[in-house]
Nanobody, 114 residues
Framework: QVQLVESGGGLVQAGGSLRLSCATS????????MGWYRQAPGKQRELVAV???????NYADSVKGRFTISRDNAKNTVYLQMNSLKPEDTAVYYC????????WGQGTLVTVSS
């Protein structure tokens, strides 16, 4: 059974930091390209960071230089370190396999106050 469990969200002031985690089970994590997505109120879900099985990362322009995606294949977990947070980063954040989407988890809410 596939499970994606996101955690680490919360309320933070602009300029602050958060570290999100996504624990996975039921997938062949080590070979998957993993991504972090976010969905802001009233907007479509967008992909903000991607990491290959080998650890190469790419980012949306909106988060480049502020967010860092990483993974621990031994723990089947992907992380998102978010620094210099802005109010426009407020969203529910999800992880998923980029090229073979699984059932979405519940996400973790990040709220950035100005």
């Amino acid at each position: 059974q596939v499970q994606l469990v996101e955690s680490g969200g919360g309320l933070v002031q602009a300029g602050g930091s958060l570290r999100l985690s996504c624990a996975t089970s039921g997938i062949t994590f080590s070979i998957e390209v993993m991504g972090w997505y976010r969905q802001a109120p009233g907007k479509q879900r967008e992909l903000v960071a991607v990491i290959t099985s080998g650890g190469s990362a790419n980012y949306a322009d909106s988060v480049k230089g502020r967010f860092t995606i990483s993974r621990d294949n031994a723990k089947n977990t992907v992380y998102l370190q978010m620094n210099s947070l802005k109010p426009e980063d407020t969203a529910v954040y999800y992880c998923n396999a980029v090229y073979s989407l699984k059932v979405w988890g519940q996400g973790t809410l990040v709220t950035v106050s100005s």
